[in-house]
């Protein structure tokens, strides 16, 4: 029996299945919700997706996306020579 060729569409579903289902998984050692937002919209979420699985209305999914874009990073420490 032949076998048959899944369209390239399923496949990328798939990946995006699995990359969603780690994120949720991954949400879980996030202690901010703003960095549990961050994550699931990066991932592939709609606000409106994400606010449900936070508890959350959109509006507070997008000012943490907001605050996750704008937050200051810590600037690299120099490399000493020897």
Do not use: C, T
């Amino acid at each position: 029996m032949p076998l048959k060729r899944r369209p390239a569409e399923e496949i990328i579903s798939s990946e995006e299945k699995i990359a969603r289902l780690l994120a949720l998984s991954a949400i879980k050692d996030l202690e901010s919700q703003d960095a549990q937002a961050v994550l699931l919209r990066n991932v592939g979420f709609q606000n409106a997706e994400v606010a449900a699985m936070l508890g959350i209305s959109e509006n507070h999914v997008a000012v943490a996306l907001y605050r996750g874009r704008n937050r200051k990073r810590p600037k690299k420490k120099a490399m000493k020579k020897r």
